[in-house]
């Protein structure tokens, strides 16, 4: 036990704190820059078992922040290299490598089995996703994000309200890491931040993380947050599919440029979110689906074509040609 002496002398965590982490089963979606504080923490604390599920593979611009990884890992599975390092550090954590992104179909599958899941992928797409899958199953949530300098991290499900409990809608523009930059620190900030929420959960130290949100401002290095134990849960919202979960009767609607990268859609008609203003564009089908890259544009569309027809309306997130975890 000299590995785990120093937290084990905590009075709120024991012998008994350290059996519990030895025991869980941990999801971990994302292998970028918030998973990098987070795997080094749980590995290093004696987590029994952790998921690791990330499609991408590591490249050039990920090395400022995803601090996991090394120039000779470039071009290498994510979640695999992950994989090995921490091994390395604790051999007694079993680390399973799914080489692959989250979708709707996957998603269930992989949160039935674990304790608990970490949203590090910085995907609003997945956060949804996990956070329905999370909500419907009972399994807590630690989901964070950060784009510039502002970030934040919330425990949802498990008990708590949900994420779309808290964030219901979408505002008409979301920040991304490619075209508003992203501070390595105040990743690492956040990711630490989710490690030590996940512990407390995990350990059973109060007060209990689930129902709280930390808000984090890089430049002044200002921290916030509020408890939302009390949040409704909304009567409806758009929900995420994937493709494969498309049916021939839907009415298949890609909202992506002609030249945007990304999977092709076969038999889909190519609109533009404005086309949804206005009560001229009515489905052709039972249920509406509407895809683009990252899910915001089909949101956006969802919440127009909501106001006019009160239809079934599904979303997708495509992503690119190849996957990649931006945080």
Same mark, same amino acid.
């Given at each position: 036990m000299t590995r785990y002496a120093r937290q084990i002398a905590l009075p709120a965590f024991g012998v008994a704190g350290q059996d519990r982490l030895a025991a869980a089963h941990v999801l971990v979606v994302g292998a970028g820059g918030l998973a990098a504080p987070v795997l080094?923490?749980?590995?290093?604390a004696g987590v029994g078992r952790i998921t690791l599920m990330d499609g991408d593979r590591v490249s050039l611009s990920n090395l400022h922040r995803q601090t996991l990884f090394r120039?000779? @890992? /470039?071009?290498q599975p994510k979640a695999q290299v992950a994989a090995a390092h921490m091994t390395l550090l604790n051999p007694d954590c079993k680390i399973s490598?799914?080489?692959? %992104?989250?979708d709707p179909v996957n998603a269930p599958g992989h949160v039935a089995?674990?304790?608990l899941v970490l949203d590090c992928a910085?995907?609003?797409a997945a956060s949804y996703i996990l956070s329905d899958t999370c909500h419907g199953l009972g399994k807590p949530l630690i989901s964070a994000s950060i784009v510039g300098t502002s970030g934040y991290v919330g425990g949802f499900c498990g008990g708590a309200p949900s994420l779309r409990a808290l964030f219901p @809608?979408? %505002?008409?523009r979301l920040g991304s890491c490619d075209a508003d930059g992203v501070f390595g620190p105040a990743v690492g900030v956040m990711g630490s931040l989710q490690a030590q929420m996940a512990i407390a959960i995990l350990a059973g130290i109060e007060p209990d993380p689930l129902g709280q949100l930390v808000t984090f401002e890089a430049i002044g290095s200002r921290f916030g947050g509020f408890?939302?134990?009390k949040a409704p849960e909304p009567e409806d919202g758009f929900h995420f599919i994937a493709p494969a979960q /498309?049916? %021939?009767s839907d009415w298949l609607i890609d909202l992506r440029a002609e030249a945007e990268s990304g999977p092709a859609l076969p038999n889909a008609i190519r609109r533009s979110v404005s086309d949804f203003e206005y009560p001229t564009t009515h489905p052709q089908g039972p249920r509406a689906v509407l895809a683009c890259r990252s899910g915001l544009r089909s949101w956006q569309a969802a919440t127009r074509l909501r106001g006019h027809w009160d239809g079934e309306i599904a979303l997708i997130a495509l992503g690119d040609v190849q996957q990649e975890t931006d945080t």
């Open positions: 080094q923490y749980l590995v290093g120039m000779a @890992d /470039i071009g490598a799914v080489l692959e %992104p989250l089995v674990v304790d910085d995907s609003f @809608d979408l %505002p008409d408890r939302f134990d /498309i049916t %021939p």
